[in-house]
């Protein structure tokens, strides 16, 4: 079993940054992709960034890319979420996720994972 904890949220203007940190434990963290996804009030959780076990590939939503990176320690087993030049319309929670190694599911699809965070709250104001 995996366990998530995320931490780094919080308020912040528009224009400036913040770093989502998750912490993970387990023995598995090292062979799945990890994700980060994000849920708006009154909408619909969404994809954001995704990394494959290796960190060969990272996969990033279009609403995000060249604003938000996603990256990895598997020495630490933690994934990371850089979030720059954040608009309000990026306040939301946001989960990180466990994934399978081994999936015909998206690795931008929430089927894909099986392991959640509480969430941490990230709120933009501008």
């Known amino acids: 079993q995996v366990q998530l904890v995320e931490s780094g949220g919080g308020l912040v203007q528009a224009g400036g940054s913040l770093r989502l940190s998750c912490a993970a434990s387990?023995?598995?963290?090292?062979?799945?992709?990890m994700g980060w996804f994000r849920q708006a009030p009154g909408r619909k959780r969404e994809f954001v960034a995704a990394i494959t076990y290796s960190s060969d590939s990272t996969y990033t939503a279009d609403s995000v890319k060249g604003r938000f990176t996603i990256s990895r320690d598997n020495a630490k087993n933690t994934v990371d979420l850089q979030l720059n030049s954040l608009k309000p319309e990026d306040t939301a929670v946001y989960y990180c996720?466990?994934?399978?190694?081994?999936?015909?599911?998206?690795?931008?699809?929430?089927?894909?994972?099986?392991?959640w965070g509480q969430g941490t709250q990230v709120t933009v104001s501008s």
């Open positions: 387990g023995r598995i963290f090292s062979n799945v992709p």
């Open positions: 996720a466990a994934g399978a190694r081994y999936s015909s599911r998206s690795y931008l699809s929430e089927l894909r994972y099986d392991y």
